[in-house]
């Protein structure tokens, strides 16, 4: 993986956090003095550090606002979950810049130059002022802003020597700590590198030797990164109750748009999602569809709701419609096929989940259970639900691999004719491996089990009573 890191700073967010950028002149003020000032404000020859009354007495049409810690931070956090859609590592550097991991998802992209894009166009309609830090660490990405024009991600001995050219005054330091680093004559980060990091951290602390080998990549910099809002639950009120399904499918289409949107933005994929029909009666119809595999297209989601929606019966004219994303899951971009075959089937997933919208047909998924009669194994369970693997009792025995994935229960008496047993009228041939169960109830008669060939091509599972030496069909391989 390329260590690679993206720095968003907005360096007018105290100002930009309401309404974003404003042609009029602005300044942020503490205490009576100007902390912050727009480029209109600037441009009438207002700076940081002016009193509010000379700033008027420059600009008289000047804006003033006062600093507002809440709206700054949920400005921040809102620009970071528009960046989730880029990558799920998005951390926040308070008071006014966002750190990005993208070396993960250089693929994801296209490589370094669609990743660029896609940051490019991000800040083209970004509503705030914004510039861009590159680097292979958090710290390094911090300061080295304004890189000049790209086609590849530079090598590491270049990045190093951007960093060796920061002046010690444009570091993220305390003011006390640069004076301490000038003494001695430091002028850059350069004069820096040969040195003992032991000795760093003896003269200058050990704050600064645990920053420095943050920058360099010398020792990790963990960051906890922006959790994106969940659950995705939205809803849509009509002017005029509905009172056919069919009319549901346009709000259906715009709901799931915004859930898509959501689901890319954030790079998760849902495997089920819940539609709340909201009657004019005060009841509440819930439909839930499900897929085989997590996805968060809306074609898909579409028909499946659709589908799903031909089998409900409305009781009452429809008030309103929610939409409830349940619980996502992280996408993986990794897994998808780059260069599919183009005469490839299509998967089987598509097929089952459209089967599984069909509540008539009662799809299930067989598995198996302890038991001790084969047709008390098998269990049925909804077809996209987790299978549970609870130990079975230390006296059931352990089941056959030539067992067959569907067992009839109870089984189906077979005719016999000259001692052969016949299904559909059809002899079926036995072949000569033979399987015996010994049931623990003394009224129950052992049975010997085959495996049989009918002449349609069906394999099939049968047995025969040891005391009425009647045959039975147990099921189909």
Same mark, same amino acid.
Request: aromatic share 6%.
């Given at each position: 993986m ?6 968003l ?14 042609e009029r002149p602005?300044?942020l ?5 100007v902390q912050?000032?727009?480029g209109?404000a600037r441009?009438?020859g207002v700076?940081g ?8 007495a420059l600009?008289?049409?000047?804006e003033?606002?006062e600093?507002?810690?809440g709206a700054?931070e949920?400005a921040l ?5 528009h960046?989730l859609?880029?990558?799920?590592q998005?951390c926040?550097?308070p008071?006014?810049s966002l ?5 993960s998802c250089?693929?994801?992209h296209g ?7 896609r940051v490019?166009r991000y800040r083209?309609?970004?509503?705030l002022?914004t510039?861009l830090?590159?680097g292979p660490t ?6 080295l802003s304004?890189?000049?024009p790209l086609e590849t991600?530079?090598e590491?001995a270049?990045f190093?020597?951007w960093?060796?050219a920061?002046?010690?005054d444009?570091l993220?330091l305390e003011?006390?700590?640069r004076?301490?680093?000038?003494a ?5 980060l350069g004069d820096?590198?040969?040195?003992p990091r032991?000795?760093?951290?003896k003269?200058f602390?050990?704050g600064f ?13 963990p960051r +906890? !990164?922006?959790?994106? =809002?969940?659950?995705?639950? #939205?809803?849509? $009120? ?9 009319h549901l ?5 715009e709901?799931l748009t915004r859930?898509?949107?959501?689901l890319?933005?954030h790079?998760?994929?849902l495997?089920?999602?819940r539609?709340?029909?909201h009657l004019n009666n005060?009841?509440?119809?819930t ?6 595999q997590?996805?968060h297209?809306?074609a ?6 659709r589908r799903?929606l ?6 009452a004219?429809v008030l ?11 996408r ?6 780059l260069?599919?075959?183009?005469g490839?089937?299509?998967p089987?997933s ?8 069909e509540p008539a047909?009662r799809?299930? +998924? !067989?598995e198996?259970? =302890?038991g001790?009669?084969? #047709?008390?194994? $098998?269990?049925?369970?909804p077809?996209?639900e987790k299978?549970a693997?609870p130990?079975p009792?230390p006296?059931?025995p352990?089941p056959s691999e030539?067992?067959?994935l ?7 008496p077979l005719?016999v004719?000259?001692?052969?047993p016949?299904w ?7 072949f000569?491996q ?6 623990p109830?003394?009224h129950q ?7 049989a060939?009918h002449?349609?091509?069906l ?6 009573d040891e005391?009425d030496?009647?045959w039975?069909l147990?099921?189909?391989?």
């Amino acid at each position: 993986m390329t260590p690679l890191w993206l720095a968003l700073h907005f360096p007018l967010l105290a100002l930009e956090a309401g309404d974003g950028p404003v042609e009029r002149p602005r300044v942020l003020v503490h205490q009576h003095r100007v902390q912050l000032a727009n480029g209109a404000a600037r441009a009438a020859g207002v700076e940081g550090g002016l009193r509010l009354a000379t700033a008027r007495a420059l600009c008289e049409d000047l804006e003033v606002l006062e600093a507002d810690d809440g709206a700054r931070e949920a400005a921040l956090r809102r620009q970071g979950q528009h960046l989730l859609a880029l990558t799920p590592q998005v951390c926040a550097a308070p008071p006014a810049s966002l750190l990005l991991e993208v070396g993960s998802c250089l693929k994801l992209h296209g490589g370094f130059q669609g990743l660029m894009a896609r940051v490019d166009r991000y800040r083209l309609h970004c509503p705030l002022t914004t510039r861009l830090g590159l680097g292979p660490t958090p710290l390094a990405a911090w300061h080295l802003s304004d890189p000049p024009p790209l086609e590849t991600v530079p090598e590491p001995a270049r990045f190093q020597a951007w960093l060796a050219a920061l002046d010690l005054d444009d570091l993220d330091l305390e003011a006390r700590l640069r004076e301490r680093l000038r003494a001695p004559g430091f002028r850059t980060l350069g004069d820096l590198y040969p040195l003992p990091r032991a000795a760093l951290g003896k003269r200058f602390g050990a704050g600064f030797l645990d920053w420095l080998q943050r920058l360099l990549g010398e020792k990790p910099d963990p960051r +906890r !990164p922006l959790t994106p =809002p969940r659950p995705f639950r #939205e809803r849509l $009120e009509f002017d005029d109750p509905l009172d056919r399904l069919d009319h549901l499918h346009g709000p259906m289409s715009e709901l799931l748009t915004r859930l898509s949107a959501d689901l890319e933005r954030h790079q998760e994929s849902l495997t089920a999602i819940r539609w709340h029909l909201h009657l004019n009666n005060g009841h509440r119809d819930t439909l839930v569809v499900r897929r085989a595999q997590a996805g968060h297209d809306v074609a898909t989601w579409l028909d499946l709701t659709r589908r799903r929606l031909e089998h409900q019966v409305l009781d009452a004219p429809v008030l309103g419609l929610g939409l409830d994303g349940g619980r996502p899951r992280p996408r993986n971009p990794g897994l998808a096929d780059l260069f599919p075959d183009p005469g490839a089937r299509a998967p089987l997933s598509g097929l089952l989940e459209k089967l599984a919208a069909e509540p008539a047909l009662r799809l299930y +998924r !067989p598995e198996r259970a =302890p038991g001790h009669l084969p #047709e008390e194994t $098998e269990r049925g369970r909804p077809p996209f639900e987790k299978a549970a693997r609870p130990a079975p009792p230390p006296d059931t025995p352990a089941p056959s691999e030539d067992r067959p994935l569907w067992l009839l229960d109870p089984p189906r008496p077979l005719a016999v004719r000259d001692s052969v047993p016949h299904w559909r009228d059809r002899p079926l041939t036995l072949f000569p491996q033979e399987e015996r169960f010994s049931q623990p109830w003394h009224h129950q008669a052992a049975r010997r089990y085959h495996v049989a060939h009918h002449p349609d091509g069906l394999c099939c599972w049968v047995f025969q009573d040891e005391r009425d030496k009647g045959w039975w069909l147990q099921g189909f391989f």
